[in-house]
């Protein structure tokens, strides 16, 4: 599955797409805490400190004190010319993920198709999962809507993403496993809320356990 090979890829630039992202907020000028960026960018308050300190380190931020013993930070020009690099870099690498994410559902759906699938689910919402959701309208499949650990209540196209628990009351034959970048907790979820390995398909394969592992280690199985 030649799409693995830009999972790994994707994989291996997390930190470096964090930072990005870090490097946005930053930019647009506000005097911006740990903890108010760790709140935007739903990322843990000691992961952000993590990458301040990285950032800070390589002089692509500049830290000021603010009232209330706080801290807010600064991008320098060093600092823009790195977001530069870097958006460009991510721009590329969700290139190669289309390509390659693209085919690879259009061949899992057309294999369910075959098989007599009638509906589906998504779990997790991300770039991937619009990925699928784009290759998902190609066939008679019907899309019985999409869940998410932490992006219940915003708009997919025009579904409304639902609480991951809710997995367990829609009529689908099959889950689909739509995040790469939280496909283990994707899996975990799944495993946790009792969904059988058997329903349950993707592209992206499984970084850590198996989902037999998973579910038997949450008594599910």
Known sequence: MNVQNVNDEKQGNQDTYKSLLLLEEISKGEPLSQRDLSKKLNVALGLVNSYIKNLVSKGYITVKAIPSKRYAYYLTPKGFT?????????????????????????????SLHKEGVKSVVFAGADESAEIAYLSLQEFDIRFAGIV????????????????????????????IV??????????????EEGIHPEKVKSIFPLQYKSYQVLSHETGRE
């Open 82 to 110: 790195e977001k530069t690099r870097l958006t460009y870099h991510h721009l590329q690498n969700f290139t190669n993920l289309y390509r390659e994410a693209r085919r690879d559902f259009k061949d899992l759906f057309s």
């Open 148 to 175: 998410d650990i932490e992006r219940a209540g915003k708009d997919f196209f025009k579904y409304t993403i639902m609480p991951f628990e809710k997995i367990k009351e829609i009529d689908a034959d099959f889950v």
């Open 178 to 191: 739509s995040s790469f970048l939280k496909r283990d907790e994707v899996y975990m979820k799944l495993a």
